[in-house]
């Protein structure tokens, strides 16, 4: 278990520090509440421990303080103990109203503390748990079930957070909106499950293609997700001109390179996509426009032929 300790008295820290250690946990000491705050915004802690009386800012306001910000974090929450030596009934009522989960006093018997913070170990092993499994069930909620993608709901949470920083900015962005061409001449003549394995294969090359783009740095913050059916977007922020023409061609190539047979797919033989491509020079106004003007190309796409982009 890791700990912060935050108290302006070096020689009471001293103390305080060596008997936690002689438990085995590991300690930070933080000697007032700004440095305190410094080591959370930037490390993990199971435990803190906070002294009350400070100079600058008490024990009360750092509380609070680290209150907000994990209320800007899903799943946070770190059990804060107040550690001192007055321990009255209006300073405990301060405490809980603060932010605090319990109260001890600085000299509180070795082995009442020794016990306090077993109980704080196995708190913090529950918290690990339940905050891994509430990630788990977070991710399950966001993914489509068929193809592992971004699922439409997933989206557009998402995509409406980086238009409005790309609006913010004065940032370009540029979005593909991409549709398996015949799909369901593929599901008539295959069935339904070799569809299901289309869609798969069709879906994670995209994505491959996607993952390329963002560790060569071509196109960093892009992302893939299924849109509905046979359709997928692929988001892509604060591109140069000419990064989503060029992403385009290469998700055609991609896909027609797979192989998959489709005989109903006339003048291909084999699975292909078509691909709208819209790139904003600026991101005004609201988002709906991108997607407008991505699915006008998309069917100017399919209607010039299938397995093609049309760019704009």
Excluded at 58 to 64: I, L, Q, R, Y
Excluded at 135 to 163: P, S
Excluded at 177 to 204: E, P, T, W
Aim: with cysteine; charged share 25%.
């Amino acid at each position: 278990m890791k700990i912060l300790l935050v108290d302006d008295s070096r020689a009471m820290a001293m103390v305080m520090k060596a008997r936690l250690e002689s438990f085995g946990y590991e300690v930070r000491h933080a000697i007032d509440g700004l440095t305190a705050l410094d080591y959370f915004k930037t490390e993990s802690f199971d435990l803190i421990l906070m002294d009350i009386e400070m100079p600058g800012m008490n024990g009360f306001e750092v509380t609070t303080r680290i209150r907000a910000l994990e209320g800007m974090e899903p799943w946070a929450w770190t059990p804060i103990i107040f550690v001192t030596a007055t321990d009255t009934h209006s300073n405990l009522v301060t405490a809980i109203e603060a932010g605090g989960d319990d109260f001890i006093s600085k000299t509180v018997p070795e082995n009442v503390l020794q016990a306090r913070m077993k109980a704080m170990s196995r708190i913090a092993a529950l918290r690990l748990r339940l905050c891994s499994a509430n990630n788990k069930l977070q991710d399950q909620a966001n993914r489509d079930g068929l193809t592992g993608l971004l699922n439409r709901r997933a989206m557009d949470l998402q995509v409406n957070v980086v238009w409005e920083q790309a609006r913010q900015s004065g940032k370009p962005f540029s979005l593909l909106m991409i549709d398996v061409d015949n799909f369901k001449k593929y599901n008539d003549q295959y069935g339904h499950q070799a569809g299901d394995d289309c869609l798969r294969a069709v879906s994670y090359c995209i994505w491959e293609q996607i993952r390329k783009v963002n560790d060569g740095l071509i196109a960093p913050g892009s992302f893939v997700a299924r849109y509905g059916g046979e359709e997928f977007a692929v988001v892509i922020p604060d591109a140069a001109p000419g990064i989503h023409a060029g992403i385009a061609g290469s998700l055609i190539e991609a896909v027609h390179g797979l192989g998959i047979p489709h005989e109903g797919n006339v003048g291909f033989g084999v699975v292909t996509i078509s691909i709208g491509a819209a790139r904003f020079p600026l991101a005004e106004g609201e988002i709906k426009a991108i997607f407008n003007l991505a699915d006008e190309l998309l069917y100017k796409a399919k209607g010039a032929g299938r397995n093609r982009a049309e760019v704009a």
